[in-house]
């Protein structure tokens, strides 16, 4: 059996290779991996027995921290003929388990974007050819397994499968959002991504109500604290900077120009800790450990800045540190390196 398929933003590949192989091996599939440079993608070749069905339920996608997407690998079909692509597909996915959807994907690479008007296209005329042969069920269903045909070149075609609870529900593993023209720096996307990504839907109704209270540290000029804001939740905003002046005049902000590892909030706890400080990983994830420790938070979202050459290393110190701090108090930690973000990872901890 084949192993997995996972995606990346281009350039973290190597991130990527050394998180499947430490969480592939923990969870019993082992292998070794396969990439290209700045690809945004990294086979994972399993090179023992286990059966696709016990790989579909060994990863998830939520586990790992620099993975988009993730899905167990079936075949690869190379040098595909291009008046015909469709009935290869079809003899190779003989033996696949019956699924509810088809998703036809391609690299997010400058190259691989070029594949998305086909990748469009064939979709219609594949996911009709799968139906006809029973691969697909007629209407999509969204308890069933995934299929994917990802396409690295026109000709090449890597074939795979997802538990629909093992991996993203996003287009190529990307939450696309709209920069809101009110917010204050293009940064808000990340808090919105990050609200999306660590919440349901109803977590959110339930956790980001008005009245609520919340601190941002290192807020200037304001694209995390309108986040905030937006919801009808009351902002201590902490920054040397200046905030913008339609968040000011919400009368939900209070700005103070103030040293966000000093800080301290009036009334305990507050709802919510969001901290967007350009600083050392391991000072920010002391500091938002410590805030949790103390009850001064119940839940925190916060950035870790990565080092270029020790990013994946960075990361696991800062849980390392964090785990240290919180032994003994009930916590939960979710990493990941999300669409918006670039040289940095985003942290949701909370004490429930
Ligand atoms: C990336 S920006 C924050 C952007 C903000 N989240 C937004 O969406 O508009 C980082 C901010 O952290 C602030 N900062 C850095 N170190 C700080 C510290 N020790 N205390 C308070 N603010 C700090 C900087 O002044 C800067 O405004």
Redesign the pocket.
Known sequence: MSGYMAYCRAGFEGELVKELQQEASAAGVLGYAQTQKDGGLVHYQAVDNSSMQSQLQSLSVHRLVFARQLWVHWQTLDELDVSDRISPILAACEGLPVCGELRVEYPDTTEGRELSRFCRKFTVPLRQALRGKGVLTKKEQASKPVLFAFFTHSRQVHLGVGLPENISPEPLGILRLKSPSEA??R??LK?DEALQLFLTSAERDQRLQPGMHGV??????????YQLVRRGIFVQA????AMADSLMETGLVQHYS????KYEPRKKPVNWLVC????SPLRVARLMAQWLERRWCQEAIFNLKLPMKKRYESVTEARELIAEILAGHEYRLSIKHLYHDREEVTCHLSSR
């Open positions: 204050p720096s940064s808000t808090l941002d540290l290192g807020a200037c000029p304001g694209g995390w604290t902490v920054d040397n900077g103030a040293d966000g590892f967007d400080m350009v600083e």
